[in-house]
């Protein structure tokens, strides 16, 4: 059982940077691929970024060359480092995690352990 904490919401000024963490309990994530996913009021969940058990990562295009993710060397911390922040990246952030050897998962239902969220709020 892989149990996931996020942190690091909150308000920000548009232009400004937030780092997201999602602490696992339980066990290391060394073996897991895990994604960060937003839900904004009225839309759907969409996958922000990825990364495989391996480190091959993958983003969406929407925050392609702003948002950085990564894991810390023990792999028991996910990361999600948002640069550049504007009103659009308003949102509920979750992270997911889903034991797998292989690639990057984009899909939601592919995964079977989130975190409950942390809420991003960029104001002008």
């Known amino acids: 059982q892989v149990q996931l904490v996020e942190s690091g919401g909150g308000l920000v000024q548009a232009g400004g940077s937030l780092r997201l963490s999602c602490a696992a309990s339980?066990?290391?994530?060394?073996?897991?691929?895990m994604g960060w996913f937003r839900q904004a009021p009225g839309k759907e969940r969409e996958l922000v970024a990825a990364?495989?058990?391996?480190?091959?990562?993958y983003y969406a295009d929407s925050v392609k060359g702003r948002f950085t993710i990564d894991r810390d060397n023990a792999k028991t911390t996910l990361y999600l480092q948002m640069n550049s922040l504007n009103l659009e990246d308003t949102a509920n952030y979750s992270c997911a995690a889903r034991s797998s050897p292989f690639g990057v998962i984009k899909t939601s239902s592919d995964y079977g352990y989130w975190g409950q969220g942390t809420q991003v709020t960029v104001s002008s």
């Open positions: 339980g066990r290391t994530l060394g073996s897991y691929a």
């Open positions: 990364i495989s058990a391996g480190g091959v990562t």
